[in-house]
C-alpha cells in the first residue's frame, strides 16, 4: 500500500471509512484501495486525487463541488483510464460532472481542432433541457479554457447549429433526431468523435430514439471510448451497452428503481373533484418554495397551472406542446423564483435540473411505476432533503400499489376523503395572463378549445356546471 506523499498522510491498510455516509459507500472496492483512505487525496473526500489538471480543479472550486458524489469517485478514476463504462445512475447523482472531468481532461491534454462538421466528443441526450443543461456544465466546467461547446436539437432552427457544425467542435451535446437530420444533410461528420456519452439512455429508448442511435453509431470509427448511462437497466438496455461497449466496468450507484433516501414521501387519499383545493391547501404551506407538480396530460398540467394562477400561486406550465421559447420562460421564471410551481408532464420534466426544488407534487401518479422514481427525484438532489406529495383518488389505487411495489416501500399515507376533505380554493384573481398558445410552432392550427386556449363556456340554455362536476358528468 502506498503513502500519500502529503505530511499529514499516514498510510493505511484500507480507507478509512468511518463517518462516511451510507450512500458514499462503493460497491467497487478496487477503485477505493487505490488511495490510501486520507483526506487529502481520498476521492471520497476531495477531487484532488484523480489527476484532473489544475484549470478543472479551479473550475470545481469555483463552483462550490468540495466533494465528489460516489459517481463521481467511482467513475472518474475508470475514465481517467480510459476504459467504457456503464453508469447505473439518475439524474442528480452529479453524473454529468463524472463524465464531463474525464473528457475534458483528456481533450484539453491533448488540444488539437476537429474536423469540419464534426465533434471530438458527442454527448447524446433524450431532451432539449438535458442537452442544454449538459452543455452549459460542460462550458462551467471547462471555464477559461476557451473550448468549443455546442448543442444540436430539435424545436430551433437549423442555421445556427450548421454553423457550430463548420466549425468543428470540441463537445457536441445532441438529441438523436436533429442529429440524424444533419448527417442526413451531409452538414455532420462524426469520424473524428473520441468519446461518445449515451446519457439517460433508458429515456432515449422510451422516446422512441433506438434506430437514430444506430443510424449515429455506425457513423463513428471504431476506436472510441464509450460512456453509457441509464437510471434503469431492464434486459433490453443491457443488450443495447453489450452491443455499443467494449468489455465496459459497470457502476451502479443506486439501485434500480430505488427511491431517493432523502425525499420524505407522503400520499394523500382525496376525492378526485377536491384535488385542485387540496393542491391549493398544500401551497398555503410556506415551505412549498419552490414545487413541482406533475399531471398525466399536458391540457392537465395547462388547467394546473391556471388554476394555482387563479389561487394567487404563481405558476407555468411546461409540457410539449409549447414551443422552445415558452419552455425556457417557464425554466426561467421557475429557477429565479418568480414562478412558485412549475406544472409539467413526464416528458417535459426529464433531464430538467434545477437546484432547491423543495417538493414534488404529484397531482395525478404516474401510470408507470418507475415514473414516480423519476419524478421524486427532481427533488432532494445533490444531497439535499425534500418531500414528495402524491394525490392519490379512488381510480389511482392500482398505480400506489404499483408505486410501493417497485420501491418496496410502504408510503406514509394521510386520509383527506369525504367529510376530511379540503376547503374550497379561493379564486382570487382571474387568470392574470390568457394563457399561451399551446401550440408547437410545427404543428397546423388546432381546435384552440381542444388545446385548453379558452375557458370552457356553457352553452346558452344551460347552466353552467361547477368545474369539479364536469368531468364526473355523463358526456351528452
Ligand atoms: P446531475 O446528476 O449531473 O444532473 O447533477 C445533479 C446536481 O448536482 C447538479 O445541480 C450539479 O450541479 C450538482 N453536483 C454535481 N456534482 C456535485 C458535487 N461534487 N458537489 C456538489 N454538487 C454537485
Known sequence: ?????????????????????????????????????CVKD???????????????LTALTKMGYAKPTPIQAEAIPVLMNGRDLVGIAQTGSGKTAAFALPILNRLIADKRPAPRGGARALVLSPTRELASQIAQSFRDLSAGLALDIATVFGGVPH?????????????????????????????????????????EVDRMLDLGFIKPIRRIVRELPRKRQNLFFSATMPPDIRRLAGELLHEPHEVSVTPAATTVDSVEQTVI??????????????FADAALTRAIVFTRTKHGA???????DEAGISALAIHGNKSQGQRERA??????????????TDIAARGIDIDDVSHVVNFELPEVAEAYVHRIGRTARAGRAGQAISLCDAS????????????????????????????????VRKAATPPAPDRPHHLPHRNPRSAGQQPHRARPGRRARPAYQARSAPAR
Open 331 to 344: 425554466l426561467a421564471a421557475f429557477r429565479s423564483g418568480a414562478s412558485r410551481a412549475l406544472v409539467a
Open 269 to 282: 387519499h382525496v376525492d378526485a373533484p377536491r384535488k385542485r383545493d387540496m393542491l391549493v391547501e398544500l
Open 159 to 199: 442555421g445556427a447549429q450548421i454553423r457550430a457544425l463548420a466549425r468543428g467542435l470540441d463537445v457536441l451535446v445532441a438529441t438523436p433526431g436533429r442529429l440524424v437530420d444533419h448527417l442526413d444533410a451531409r452538414v455532420a461528420n462524426l469520424s473524428a468523435v473520441e468519446f461518445l456519452v449515451l446519457d
Open 42 to 56: 481520498n476521492p471520497l473526500e476531495n477531487f484532488n486525487g484523480f489527476g484532473l489538471a489544475a484549470p478543472l
Open 1 to 37: 500500500m502506498s503513502s500519500c506523499r502529503a505530511p499529514v498522510c499516514k498510510p493505511l491498510d484500507r480507507p478509512d471509512t468511518r463517518g462516511v455516509p451510507f450512500n458514499d459507500y462503493s460497491p467497487q472496492r478496487g477503485i477505493r484501495r487505490a488511495f490510501c483512505g
Open 396 to 427: 389511482e389505487r392500482d398505480s400506489l400499489r404499483a408505486i410501493e411495489r417497485l420501491t418496496r416501500l410502504r408510503i406514509f399515507s394521510l386520509d383527506r376523503r369525504g367529510d376530511k376533505g379540503p376547503k374550497p380554493a379561493p379564486v
Open 302 to 308: 395547462d388547467r394546473v397551472a391556471r388554476s394555482l
